[in-house]
């Protein structure tokens, strides 16, 4: 396991003025009531999903790998801490990942099936030129604004080794979307299943 930095000068709330909130709202990303000064001012996705392919390819060519981003402002709310990242990435470095306390509800982790999920994550291959790892950024950003009127930014990202995961379909309540970003660990040496640690700097 690595833990490293990693530098994404375009990922910022740099161009977001004070009043953003009160902008006028308009249905974007599929969600409602997005303040348009947030779309306009928003991070460049792309230039952020294109610096991170860059780094997986060079670092894990053919390679399978999972990615888990993780916002400090969201955990923190969520798991009623006060963490910075530093401590987080201590916590993962030694379990293996970051749901220490798994009873939290509002987590997301309820599902149709009651299939049990160990977290969420991303699939990636680094040789393939996916076009789609931008909505790893853009999910965080505008679900943050949607659920509690204020964008989320990554400051972690955790990278699995995609071999050592289970990937668990489900469904939710309400709805017959199968979601395939559930995994599980194989076995019990959560902690080998980390490659590294990539602590976001912007």
């Not at 969600?31 to 999903?49: M, R, V």
């Not at 160990?118 to 604004?145: H, Q, R, T």
């Not at 489900?170 to 490659?195: A, M, P, Q």
Request: charged share 25%; hydrophobic share 30%; glycine share 6%.
């Amino acid at each position: 396991m690595r833990i490293n930095e990693i530098n994404f000068p375009y990922y910022n709330l740099d161009k977001i003025g004070k009043s953003a909130n009160t902008s006028p709202k308009t249905e974007y990303y599929g969600l409602k009531n997005i303040p348009c000064d947030y779309i306009e001012g928003s991070p460049d996705f792309q230039k952020t999903a294109d610096t991170l392919r860059d780094y997986l390819r060079e670092n894990y060519p053919n390679r399978e790998l999972c990615i888990r981003g993780i916002s400090m402002s969201e955990h923190n709310r969520i798991n009623h801490t006060n963490l910075c990242a530093d401590d987080l990435i201590g916590i993962i470095s030694k379990i293996g990942h970051d749901r220490y306390r798994p009873d939290i509800n509002g987590q997301g982790y309820e599902n149709e099936q009651n299939k049990k999920i160990d977290f969420f994550a991303y699939d990636v291959f680094p040789c393939i030129d996916d076009s789609d790892l931008i909505y790893f950024f853009m999910s965080f950003y505008y679900f943050g604004i949607s659920n509690h009127g204020e964008p989320s930014l990554l400051d972690i990202i955790t990278v699995y080794d995609r071999t050592k995961l289970n990937m668990i379909e489900h469904t939710y309540k309400g709805s017959n979307d199968i979601k395939r970003d559930g995994f599980t660990f194989k076995n019990e040496n959560k902690h080998g299943s980390v490659l590294e640690i990539l602590k976001i700097i912007r």
